[in-house]
T-cell receptor, first 114, second 112 residues
Framework: DGGITQSPKYLFRKEGQNVTLSCEQN?????MYWYRQDPGQGLRLIYYSQIVNDFQKGDIAEGYSVSREKKESFPLTVTSAQKNPTAFYLC?????????????FGQGTRLTVV | AQSVTQLDSHVSVSEGTPVLLRCNYSSSYSPSLFWYVQHPNKGLQLLLKYTSAATLVKGINGFEAEFKKSETSFHLTKPSAHMSDAAEYFCVFLGSARQLTFGSGTQLTVLP
């Protein structure tokens, strides 16, 4: 079955360390996104990519980096420069072609800095 | 620029009464619009989507939404709330630039 997979589901990191969150999709979607969700807040866009080898900063890109070397994969690195990295991270992908539109979400990764 | 606004951050209803969660969008193009639900500590689940077909869209769990271009709205409704509907609901916009935009979310509380 096609879908979007995030791993791991839970992640613990020591302060000062970089960590990479995985997001893979087999839906043949061109666009992929990373969002951050904090308790009591909505989802805020970190980075998005509309095509392979291209990506743009979202609203809160500072302290994060991404790559899009393959269509299927859009990993997010939370760097030590991110001041408050503990959050729930959600990956999404979308496709819009003719009259067909769809968007899928992963199940999320909960990152805790200890 | 495209945007989506959820007009209520919190909505409380009694079990068995109707639910209305409001969403307005702003776009120069015909959008694709989605409603997602997120239960505590869970991922996002698609309730329904509008993609320029029928303006009244039926989703899962008895939810439906009506796309009204004249009002730039896509409000989510359910005739009778159930305790299990208590969750956070997100209106999501997919514009011509293939950019997903989230509303700020509406927390639905269902009172016994």
């Amino acid at each position: 079955d096609g879908g979007i997979t995030q791993s791991p589901k839970y992640l613990f990191r020591k302060e000062g360390q970089n960590v990479t969150l995985s997001c893979e999709q087999n839906l043949n979607h061109d666009a992929m996104y990373w969002y951050r969700q904090d308790p009591g807040q909505g989802l805020r866009l970190i980075y998005y990519s509309q095509i392979v080898n291209d990506f743009q900063k979202g609203d809160i890109a500072e302290g994060y980096s991404v790559s899009r070397e393959k269509k299927e994969s859009f990993p997010l690195t939370v760097t030590s420069a991110q001041k408050n990295p503990t959050a729930f991270y959600l990956c999404a992908s979308s496709m819009q072609s003719g009259g067909n539109t769809e968007a899928f979400f992963g199940q999320g990764t909960r990152l805790t800095v200890v | 620029a495209q945007s989506v606004t959820q007009l209520d951050s919190h909505v409380s209803v009694s079990e068995g009464t109707p639910v209305l969660l409001r969403c307005n969008y702003s776009s120069s193009y015909s959008p694709s619009l989605f409603w997602y639900v997120q239960h505590p500590n869970k991922g996002l689940q698609l309730l329904l989507k509008y993609t320029s077909a029928a303006t009244l869209v039926k989703g899962i769990n008895g939810f439906e939404a009506e796309f009204k271009k004249s009002e730039t709205s896509f409000h989510l409704t359910k005739p009778s709330a159930h305790m299990s509907d208590a969750a956070e609901y997100f209106c999501v916009f997919l514009g011509s630039a293939r950019q997903l935009t989230f509303g700020s979310g509406t927390q639905l509380t269902v009172l016994p």
